[in-house]
């Protein structure tokens, strides 16, 4: 089955686009690589292909309709499959995952609360691998931001930093946005 990295990485991947004002041409380059990304993945001949798994697995077949729907750009799709899935109440740990991506879609969406509550549920419920933790912080950062609250987005960025390793990408992402967080902060 479709492994949730894939979507965790579509979701960072969606949340930086976001995090950068939803440039047109920088959400196209990360639209291009998510689809990338799906593609290598149904190319694998060890994965079986997505359509083929529909019925099979219904948590399966709605984390890859969601996915497929952020794909296409329909946040709103996204967001529907993901809230479907976590109705069936899977092991927490995948409840956490669901969550982030969900409030992914919430950011997209422009849904800011809701966004900040699906991060904090995310990071509750057993979120406990270090770079989706702060990924999902980077998300509510960025939705605090958008709300205002630039210091709780600065506190979330300086717990994700704390959570990486400096040289990943997804750190030089957030310490980029938290010296821009601070740079607004100043000029308040």
Known sequence: HLSLDHFWQAGDDFSAAIRHGLQPDLVQH???TIKSQLAKHRSDPAEPDP??????DPLHSLLVSAAAAFQQQDASSAKRLYSEALRLNPPAEVQA???SNRAATELYLHEYDACIRDSTSSMEFGNHNPVHHAATLSRRAAAYSAMGSLESAQDDLKAALSLLDPGTPIAQ???????RLSEAVDEH
């Not at 359509?51 to 099979?56: L, N, V, Y």
């Not at 992402?173 to 010296?179: N, P, V």
């Open 97 to 99: 995952q669901i969550m």
């Open 30 to 32: 990360h639209f291009s």
């Open 51 to 56: 359509e083929a798994c529909q019925g099979k």
């Open 173 to 179: 992402q957030c310490f980029d946005d938290l010296r």
